[in-house]
């Protein structure tokens, strides 16, 4: 199993990237994909997921409104359109396969990506 992050990249506040995390190896309709990031010096956290059709999504308070999370399960890719980004945004990103729990804390996941870095310059 792969999950293949990338899309990363420098801008500056205000600006938008978009995440592409592509996926082998599974059944990528059975997953639940989320985004989640982690910045130097701070634990993991979640940004974004969403369900295994497509039709639900969940998003942190802190990107509401600024990110999207979307799939596409034809071509087993998860995407994440940043807009509006800020220096707070800046960390590693991470796609993770959910089997099912729904969990915020990424814990119970099966698979992980590598990580894309991103980095907002004010």
């Known amino acids: 199993v792969q999950l293949q992050a990338s899309g990363g990249g420098s801008v500056q506040a205000g600006g938008s990237l978009r995440l592409s995390c592509a996926a082998s190896?599974?059944?990528?309709?059975?997953?639940?994909m989320a985004w989640f990031r982690q910045a130097p010096g701070k634990e993991r956290e979640f940004v974004a997921r969403?369900?295994?059709?497509?039709?639900?999504?969940d998003y942190s308070d802190s990107v509401k409104g600024r990110f999207t999370i979307s799939r596409d399960n034809a071509k087993n890719t998860v995407a994440l359109q940043m807009n509006n980004l800020k220096p707070e945004d800046t960390a590693w990103y991470y796609c993770g396969a959910d089997p099912g729990t729904w969990s915020y804390t990424g814990t119970s996941y099966d698979y992980w990506g590598q990580g894309t870095q991103v980095t907002v310059s004010s």
């Open positions: 190896g599974l059944t990528f309709s059975r997953y639940v």
């Open positions: 969403i369900s295994r059709s497509g039709g639900t999504t």
